[in-house]
């Protein structure tokens, strides 16, 4: 498990801490005691003034290897059904999984109790600028801090899927676990909610640099496995991968429409209370057919997808020499020049230069803004206008 600092997706779910103070209020209208009604807080769900605490993410497919190693372990040489096999490796992974999640909490309390107890000045701009409600400077930092987020969070569902039963939520069977495994991060969650009043919550991690440092580590561990560290495409050439899929994504070299992208995620993006995304790949032409925008935001929209977002991921190539615009694979086609800038949504932001821009030589003329793995999901994510037509 890594814990983690860029948290765009963060959603700040209702604040355990005020919903005393929210129940006074709502009785007071009730009552018809409007002067009662406090105008500190109104709202157990009030999102100004707060902020995501810190977050935290498990490592899924390691979890998964050491339950499968595990099960080989008790079980050596005895001769075991298929579905026998993955039944008993799901259950030694749900078991670790709820280990290590409560080890997430109890970083979590700890790194919170660091936080408070610091001077006031090491956050300066917070305090000045009033960025943070509920302060009482007889109860210090903590009076604040307690009402963000403390949240945990996940990469690789879908290779941990793979690993425990063969295959990914896109089938039956992987659904199934995927959703018994987000139920238990949701429960968890709730429990360490209710007792210790803090506002735990379940967090899909968008893993910028973990999706890449955690998969050379869990490769030069485990070694290869098919679709966990190499897949073969639709023409099938094995393509090899250098990331874990984030949270609980499709992988992003399934072949689907998006709105069968939506009709898989949003099955498992309910489970998240404290910040998700679900994306759809489209080519850029779809600026010039705003009814087929809208129908994907519609879709989204009608499966309860919190945070959805459109990658036009060929409409934001530049030539810095000649000023053409368009998709550029390697050379500008009007100039030939290599001197290209490239706009891309990676994760959550858009991003110029994702990658490194080399010369015909090979060598690095502008630098890129990812490691390799981040560079190669986005890569190798399939364009959903070459499944749909638009």
């Known amino acids: 498990m890594v814990t983690l600092g860029k948290t765009c997706r963060t959603v700040n779910g209702y604040d355990v801490n005020f919903m005393d103070e929210y129940k ?5 209208v009730i009552d018809d005691r409007l002067h009662d009604v406090s105008d500190d807080m109104v709202s157990g769900i009030q999102k100004d003034g707060r ?16 339950a499968k190693e595990q099960v080989i372990a008790e079980h050596n040489n005895e001769d075991m059904a298929k579905d026998e096999f993955r039944n008993k490796c799901v259950e030694a992974f749900k078991a670790l999984l709820e280990k290590h999640i409560r080890m997430c909490k109890d970083e979590l309390l700890e790194r919170f109790a660091h936080i408070a107890s610091q001077s006031a000045k090491s956050a300066r701009f917070m305090y000045e600028n009033h960025t943070m409600a509920g302060y009482h400077p007889e109860e210090g930092i903590q009076s604040a801090l307690r009402h963000g987020t403390l949240v945990i969070g996940q990469v690789g569902l879908a290779e941990a899927l793979q690993i425990l039963v063969g295959c990914d939520q896109c089938d039956e069977q992987g659904m199934k676990v995927a959703k018994e495994i987000e139920q238990m991060y949701n429960d968890l969650t709730a ?42 495409n ?3 050439k094995r393509i090899e991968k250098e990331f874990f899929t984030n949270s609980v994504h499709v992988p992003v070299y399934k072949q689907m429409s998006p709105f069968k992208k939506i009709d898989i995620e949003s099955q498992l993006t309910g489970y998240s209370n404290a910040g998700c995304i679900c994306y759809t790949e489209v080519d850029g032409s779809i600026i010039h057919n705003l009814e087929a925008l809208e129908e994907l935001v519609d879709y989204a929209m009608d499966h309860d997808i919190p945070y959805f977002a459109v990658n036009l991921n ?8 000649c000023g053409y615009q368009g998709y550029i694979p390697e050379r500008c086609p009007k100039c ?9 949504r990676v994760t959550g932001y858009l991003t110029g230069n994702y990658k490194p821009t080399c010369d015909e030589n090979g060598n690095i003329i502008i630098a890129g803004a990812f490691n390799d793995g981040k560079v190669a999901e986005t890569d190798q994510r399939v364009k959903h206008k070459d499944i749909i037509d638009f």
């Open 234 to 236: 639709k023409e099938g």
């Open 51 to 66: 902020g995501n605490i810190a977050p935290i993410t498990v490592i899924l497919p390691t979890l998964a290897m050491e």
């Open 314 to 321: 060929n409409a934001g190539d530049m030539c810095e020499d």
């Open 336 to 344: 030939g020049s290599h001197n290209v800038s490239r706009l891309r």
């Open 24 to 28: 006074r209020n709502i009785q007071a």
């Open 191 to 232: 429990e360490f909610k209710k007792e210790y009043k803090m506002n735990f919550g379940v967090y899909y991690t968008p893993a910028e640099s973990l999706c890449y440092t955690a998969f050379k580590k869990w490769k030069n561990k485990y070694g290869d496995m098919e679709n966990v560290t190499y897949y073969y």
